[in-house]
């Protein structure tokens, strides 16, 4: 049985998400969230533990039912149309529950079966699934004699045995080796090709990998959504970072008086980092100042900004929550 995204628009988001609100006794786990994700697009969903990222995807895929706002996979409320909604996603939980006396095969063969699957075709889904996630010298073991990544391995594959147009991954490369998350990053590409992908991770690498777009959410609200170019040069020109090196250590009460310098942090070793305003150059101020003092001024280079570092500054005011993510 195959399942797929009905729209009437040629532009159709699969995941539309408006003003989600999960409330916990007093505790407002997700506050007013709002996102799309269309098909053949990877996005990152990024937020400290307990920021609500979690609870988000179990109120996607039908697990939880939200306290207010809306949200809709492939034009069907998660409310309202459950089954449609579970038809058509494939998730794969951050805990992720196998029956562990089963086969690898007996598994997914299960699995498709209730999805509907049959015949040749669940045989054919069941060994593509297999050599996809790469567990064809262990489809004949137990569930329960595979190693924690292996057993990821198999919950990739019964997200994806029905072939379903949204997936929802949620830390789906804890526990494997790095060669293993080269090639599990490679079949989240492939689906990303032609799927929506909600792809949840604590690991920044990945993110920049295969995502091309992020949203991070902090204390339950989203703080950004944007491509990772965007991200970027929005965080630099808000907070621009310069790397300067002299010879030997210089006046820092200088530096700092320079036009658009808004702190000049000492390094040790006459090397400083200057946060500038984002609007003014001050690299030319910085040459002059130099030569006025005879400072010998060795290295000066912009400093980019790299998704940890975004991060972290995004989410610093993050208290952690525990029970509830």
């Known amino acids: 049985m195959d399942y797929f995204c009905i729209s009437s628009s040629a532009y159709f988001m699969s995941i539309v998400v408006h003003s989600l609100t999960k409330i916990y006794g007093r505790q ?3 506050d007013h969230v709002s996102f799309q994700a269309q098909p053949g697009q990877i996005v990152g969903f990024l937020g400290p533990n307990g920021a609500g990222k979690s609870t988000t995807m179990k109120i996607l895929t039908g697990y939880l039912t939200p306290t207010r706002g809306s949200a809709k996979v492939c034009g069907f409320d998660v409310v309202h149309e459950s089954m449609e909604v579970r038809r058509n996603i494939g998730y794969l939980p951050e805990h992720n529950p196998l029956y562990l006396d089963m086969y690898v095969k007996e598994y997914l063969q299960f699995i498709g079966s209730l999805h509907g699957l049959k015949g040749s075709t669940l045989r054919s889904r069941m060994a593509e699934m297999i050599e996809r996630v790469g567990l064809t010298r262990e489809e004949g073991k137990k569930i329960g004699s595979l190693s924690k990544g292996y ?3 198999v919950g990739l594959a019964q997200a994806l045995i029905h072939d379903p147009p949204v997936l929802i991954l949620d830390e789906p490369t804890t526990g494997l080796d790095p060669n293993q998350i080269v090639e599990i990053r490679q079949v989240i590409r492939e689906a990303g090709r032609d799927k929506t992908v909600i792809f949840s991770t604590h690991i920044m690498q990945e993110v920049e990998a295969i995502c091309d777009r992020v949203v991070i959410i902090n204390l339950g609200k989203i703080v950004a959504d944007s491509t990772l170019a ?14 300067v ?3 030997k250590d210089v006046n820092v009460r200088a530096l700092s008086a320079l036009p658009g310098v808004k702190e000049v ?5 006459g090397k400083y980092q200057f946060v500038t305003d984002g609007r003014a150059d001050v690299r030319i101020a910085l040459f002059q100042l130099a030569a006025q003092r005879e400072w010998t001024l060795i290295g000066l280079r912009q400093e980019e900004s790299t998704l940890e570092k975004i991060f972290q500054q995004l989410t610093k005011d993050n208290a952690e929550v525990p029970g509830h993510e």
Request: overall charge positive.
């Open 151 to 153: 057993r990821q391995r």
């Open 230 to 243: 965007e991200l970027r040069a929005r965080q630099e020109n808000a907070r621009g970072l310069l790397l």
């Open 28 to 30: 407002k786990a997700v």
């Open 245 to 247: 090196e002299f010879e």
């Open 265 to 269: 942090r000492p390094r040790g070793n």
